[in-house]
């Protein structure tokens, strides 16, 4: 573990942002953490961000980084800052509706396969440009394509490490310039946890997602 202060201290001069997943961790030792200042958190389960969104100070901004059915969407949609899994259009579709009734325009990020080992949830590259080649895609309004996100490989192998995040960035300045160029919004590429941070900022991250460096281990 190290001091939230520290971290924030390795991220600042390249300009990341923090999110901090607080996953598993109960409600005192979140707001431990808000009160150093803290206000972006991550939670991956629906049915554990609505009660912490529900105990905590509401100017937190709340990010779901967990695969999330379409049928939970209406769950969320009403608070959630930004939902950084998007991993299917159907699913994006739904969040749009789901905003809609809220009157909001939630911000997302589309999650993208990058690990070399068999990954369950995230788009393809070819799903994303046919999404985003579909005319469906242009009829939403009330969802913001703000960047990508991905989960590196579990390992011990920096170089493989390394070689995905490169990938996620490499694909990311593709997609901006065919497809986003005229959108400031799309910007940011969520990558590095508690393991691999450091090679993620170095491959260019904006906003990395730490659980166990700030709250410990999960039990
Ligand atoms: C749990 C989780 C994290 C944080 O993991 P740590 O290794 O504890 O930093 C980051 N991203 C996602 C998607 C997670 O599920």
């Known amino acids: ?3 939230l202060h520290q971290l924030l201290e390795e991220l600042a001069p390249a300009h990341v942002r923090l999110v901090a997943v607080s996953k598993t961790k109960p409600i005192e030792q979140i707001l431990e953490i808000y009160n150093q200042g803290q ?3 991550g939670e991956n389960i629906v049915q554990e961000l609505v009660p912490k969104y529900e105990a905590l100070p509401k ?3 709340w990010h779901l980084i967990g695969h999330l059915q379409s049928n939970k ?4 949609a009403p608070f959630v800052d930004m939902i950084e899994s998007v991993d299917s259009f159907k699913l994006l579709m739904e969040i749009d509706k789901q905003a809609a009734k809220c009157s909001r325009t ?4 589309l999650e993208m396969k990058i690990a070399e080992e068999e990954s369950k949830y995230g788009f393809t590259r070819e799903e994303v440009e046919e999404m985003l080649r579909n005319p469906e895609f242009k009829s939403l309004h009330n969802v913001r394509i703000c960047g990508l996100m991905g989960i590196g490989t579990f390992t011990e192998d920096e170089a493989q490490t390394r070689r995905e ?4 960035k490499e694909f990311f300045s593709q997609l901006k310039s065919t497809y986003f160029a005229d959108k400031d919004h799309f910007r940011q590429i969520s990558m590095g946890m508690s393991g691999d941070y450091k090679i993620a900022i170095e491959e260019g991250s904006t906003m990395v997602r730490i659980g166990s460096l700030i709250f410990g281990e999960r039990g």
């Open 1 to 3: 573990m190290i001091p």
């Open 39 to 41: 206000r972006i958190f």
């Open 59 to 61: 100017d937190i901004q």
């Open 73 to 76: 969407a209406k769950y969320v």
């Open 106 to 109: 939630i911000d997302c990020l």
């Open 165 to 168: 995040f490169r990938g996620l």
